[in-house]
């Protein structure tokens, strides 16, 4: 292996620049040449690939967003689309590859890899942490860190004024970032994928709350979450309660922007440096995540297939603490 190249896809993550910086430099320090694919599978398609010297990707480590850019390709989940990128990587001799994003990302990855047989392994780049074979992702301890402090926010004016806030954090499929900023944000309630609360239970336990004279609420929605978002809960639970003063917030992509806490960086730099020496030893179709701070290669298809749950005495933990 001689010439690798690195993309960021899917949804950007806090993060991706410190694993980027950390492929550059590994293949760098491994005497690798290395590429730097703009927009994902996109500027694959196009050939918008570009040499990368260890000195391109300095004072990037604290940076969020990724100096890559990203993209969701809907020409790459086509057999031409994935041909036309393959043969810009046969122009310009790239025979391994690193991809940085969620289940898309290496959805796409092992079709490619099962078609065109270039090696490529995975880092775990998604706030939602919904990856298995890695404790976190990268980017999911900012976001949830990003909430939390939003949360903090919203429980000051909460508390001023008496009132309840439906506060909805993102997460497709899963509760990760709701179950973790809202144990952190003292939620009295978390509603995601992963529990069964009802509309009635968030009733019963704002009541409860009130009764208890709770200055202050907040029930803390995951955007996958199925009984539907904070807006429709919100107008479900104050249909059924009289005198609760009820406002939604929903914090969206300010949960996927901002400067990677250590964390992130760390796990970014171990898995990208991971990744650069997985090519190395010929491994290919895999993820690089860490798991009991191990460095551990999964198969795309677990990666992709296999269910994280979440943990659930974390879940039975909120009903303790919001007592
Ligand atoms: O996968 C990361 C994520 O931020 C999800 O939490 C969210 O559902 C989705 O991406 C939003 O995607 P987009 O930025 O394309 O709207």
């Keep these: 292996m001689k010439r690798i190249a690195v993309f960021t896809s899917g949804g950007d993550a806090?993060?991706?620049?410190?694993?980027?910086?950390?492929?550059?430099?590994?293949?760098?320090?491994?005497?690798?040449?290395?590429?730097?694919?703009?927009?994902?599978?996109?500027?694959?398609?196009?050939?918008?690939?570009?040499?990368?010297?260890?000195?391109?990707?300095?004072?990037?480590?604290?940076?969020?967003?990724?100096?890559?850019?990203?993209?969701?390709?809907?020409?790459?989940?086509?057999?031409?689309?994935?041909?036309?990128?393959?043969?810009?990587?046969?122009?310009?001799?790239?025979?391994?590859?690193?991809?940085?994003?969620?289940?898309?990302?290496?959805?796409?990855?092992?079709?490619?890899?099962?078609?065109?047989?270039?090696?490529?392994?995975?880092?775990?780049?998604?706030?939602?942490?919904?990856?298995?074979?890695?404790?976190?992702?990268?980017?999911?301890?900012?976001?949830?860190?990003?909430?939390?402090?939003?949360i903090d926010k919203i429980r000051d004016t909460a508390d001023s004024h008496n009132r309840v806030f439906f506060v909805e954090v993102m997460g497709r499929d899963s509760g990760y970032i709701a179950v973790q900023s809202g144990i952190g944000g003292g939620a009295e309630m978390i509603v995601a994928p992963e529990n069964s609360n009802t509309t009635e239970d968030i009733t019963n336990a704002l009541k409860k709350g009130k009764l208890q004279h709770k200055a202050s609420a907040i029930v803390l929605v995951a955007e996958g979450e199925v009984m539907g978002n904070a807006t429709k809960l919100a107008s479900e639970v104050k249909a059924a309660t009289e005198g609760l003063?009820?406002?939604?917030?929903?914090?969206?992509?300010?949960?996927?922007?901002?400067?990677?806490?250590?964390?992130?960086?760390?796990?970014?730099?171990?898995?990208?440096?991971?990744?650069?020496?997985?090519?190395?030893?010929?491994?290919?179709?895999m993820m690089a995540g860490i798991r009991n701070n191990h460095l551990v290669y999964t198969p795309f298809e677990e990666a992709i297939n296999k269910k994280k749950p979440i943990n659930q005495e974390l879940l039975r933990m909120v009903e303790i603490l919001s007592i």
């Design 14 to 150: 806090p993060g991706m620049n410190a694993c980027i910086r950390a492929v550059v430099r590994a293949a760098t320090y491994h005497n690798l040449e290395v590429f730097g694919i703009m927009r994902g599978y996109e500027g694959m398609i196009r050939g918008r690939i570009q040499r990368m010297e260890s000195h391109n990707v300095s004072n990037t480590i604290q940076k969020g967003g990724t100096i890559l850019k990203s993209a969701r390709s809907e020409e790459f989940r086509t057999h031409e689309g994935r041909k036309k990128a393959y043969q810009q990587l046969r122009h310009f001799d790239i025979d391994g590859l690193v991809a940085i994003g969620g289940d898309g990302t290496f959805t796409a990855a092992k079709i490619f890899y099962e078609e065109f047989g270039i090696p490529i392994i995975g880092c775990p780049g998604t706030i939602d942490n919904d990856i298995y074979g890695t404790d976190y992702t990268i980017g999911y301890d900012t976001a949830v860190n990003t909430a939390l402090e939003a």
């Design 245 to 285: 003063d009820i406002r939604v917030t929903t914090l969206g992509h300010i949960q996927r922007g901002g400067s990677p806490t250590a964390l992130d960086r760390i796990l970014a730099s171990r898995t990208g440096i991971g990744a650069v020496e997985g090519l190395l030893d010929g491994k290919a179709c």
